[in-house]
């Protein structure tokens, strides 16, 4: 056996209402101004909830404002306050306090990322990975791929049947690849374990709620032939009794579930937290772009697993490095450094190439919200702009360049 495990949180847990609530804001300020600098941070602790951070926009936001965005994103996340849970239990929405803390930008960065020439220089140094792997169809490794599908699905249960379980969700999925170069390789051999912690009612009881979550597991879709029941280890509230959730037992953080909104510890991952900035942040843009090209290298079969980095230094568009490795799986004469040279050479990767690629500064409805992006990962979901493979044919025609 040859072990590795990711988790991953619902919408519902604290540290990921702090991120949502962010991104909320984020959203809200792009949508009025899509050249608003924003770094908003939340706090959850009990009822109350701090908006912190700097922000430089030609949108006049309230206390009022602030309010509604908060009370309406708790709502959407399902604390609705007609759950079958009562007020000592959950958190509703209609008993938080919301204080707001905010400042406008620096001037000093603000002339920084603002250029006469219409470029956009980094929001702050920083370094970035990207990552991809061929363990799954959404080249993601296995362990955080399954561990989202499972909380997805109990989650989305939770959302229809508010009356039986709640909304503040974990799941941990460990893989086993048999051996350490079955783990290098990304050959998965099968699920060993799986934990899932979810809330349930007083009526419900906890054996009525484990043997909902045990169905769940089994619809959530996972491979037949990794998935084997009878050889799996099923770990279901391993805690006992779990009916006091939410923010009122556990305070929630922007940007504390950096593993989960990334690549579940199987790569590294850089220093800043994406929800809550705009895309001049390039913890945030930084992170899709180097996704985008890790996908890409994978995705053209150039090797079965990409790590990119990028590096930038605050006020200045063009990145400091750009660093391809593929951990020693390349399957071409391609070399990681003709690699790393052929990105920089035909990607700019400033901060505004990469808003104008995925179009960062026009979140909407009908294309993506970074609310919504907080709510699921960063990296790994289909329809984000920067998980299209666009650009194949030009990634598959560097597995000819010589080294």
């Known amino acids: 056996m040859y072990l590795f495990t990711s988790e991953s949180v619902s919408p519902g847990h604290p540290d990921k209402c702090a991120d949502i609530i962010s991104d909320s804001i984020v959203d809200?300020?792009?949508?009025?101004?899509?050249?608003?600098?924003?770094?908003?941070?939340?706090?959850i602790a009990g009822k109350h909830i701090t908006i912190g951070g700097e922000i430089s926009s030609t949108v006049k936001l309230y206390q009022h404002d602030f309010e509604e965005i908060v009370r309406n994103t708790l709502t959407k996340i399902g604390y609705t306050g007609e759950s079958g849970f009562s007020r000592e239990e959950t958190l509703y929405p209609d008993d938080i306090d919301v204080s707001v803390q905010l400042v406008r930008q620096s001037s000093e960065i603000n002339a920084s990322v603002v250029k006469d020439d219409g470029e956009i220089g980094a929001g702050d140094q920083g370094i970035m990975f990207g990552f991809a792997s061929s363990e799954?169809?959404?080249?993601?490794?296995?362990?955080?791929?399954?561990?989202?599908?499972?909380?997805?699905?109990?989650?989305?249960?939770?959302?229809?049947?508010?009356?039986?379980?709640?909304?503040d969700i974990k799941t941990q999925v460990t893989i086993d690849y048999g051996s350490k170069d079955g783990f290098v390789n990304g050959a998965v051999q099968k699920i060993d374990t799986i934990i899932v912690s979810a809330p349930y009612t007083q009526p419900t009881g906890k054996e009525r709620a484990e043997t909902i979550i045990a169905k769940l597991i089994r619809?959530?879709?996972?491979?037949?032939?990794?998935?084997?029941?009878?050889?799996?280890?099923?770990?279901?509230?391993?805690?006992?009794?779990?009916?006091?959730?939410?923010?009122?037992?556990d305070?929630?953080?922007?940007?504390?579930k950096l593993i989960v909104d990334s690549f579940g510890g199987y790569a590294p991952i850089g220093g800043g937290a994406q929800s809550g900035k705009d895309y001049t942040k390039v913890d945030r843009s930084g992170l899709y772009a180097a996704r985008w090209i890790a996908k890409h290298i994978v995705a053209a079969d150039i090797a079965s697993k990409a790590l990119v980095q990028i590096s930038y230094a605050i006020g200045e568009a063009k990145p400091?490095?750009?660093?391809?490795d593929t951990q020693?799986?390349?399957?071409?004469?391609?070399?990681?450094e003709r690699l790393s040279h052929l990105t920089r050479e035909y990607y700019h990767l400033t901060p505004k190439w990469i808003k104008e690629k995925f179009k960062l500064d026009?979140?909407?409805?009908?294309?993506?919200?970074?609310?919504?992006?907080?709510?699921?990962?960063?990296?790994?979901?289909s329809d984000y702009p920067w998980e299209?493979?666009?650009?194949?044919?030009?990634?598959?025609?560097?597995?000819?360049?010589?080294?």
């Open 388 to 403: 299209q493979l666009d650009e194949l044919d030009l990634f598959t025609t560097f597995r000819w360049e010589a080294k």
């Open 219 to 249: 619809e959530t879709g996972l491979p037949d032939e990794l998935f084997i029941e009878q050889q799996c280890s099923i770990k279901i509230n391993p805690s006992g009794n779990y009916t006091k959730h939410s923010a009122l037992y």
């Open 136 to 167: 799954t169809d959404e080249f993601m490794p296995a362990a955080i791929s399954y561990s989202r599908a499972i909380c997805n699905t109990v989650y989305e249960y939770a959302l229809r049947h508010p009356h039986e379980l709640g909304v």
């Open 320 to 324: 400091v490095s750009v660093t391809v």
């Open 328 to 336: 020693g799986t390349g399957k071409t004469q391609v070399s990681d």
């Open 28 to 43: 809200r300020y792009l949508q009025e101004d899509p050249d608003a600098k924003v770094a908003a941070e939340v706090l």
């Open 362 to 381: 026009q979140p909407s409805e009908k294309s993506f919200l970074y609310a919504d992006i907080a709510a699921l990962g960063q990296v790994g979901i």
């Open 251 to 256: 305070s929630g953080l922007t940007g504390r």
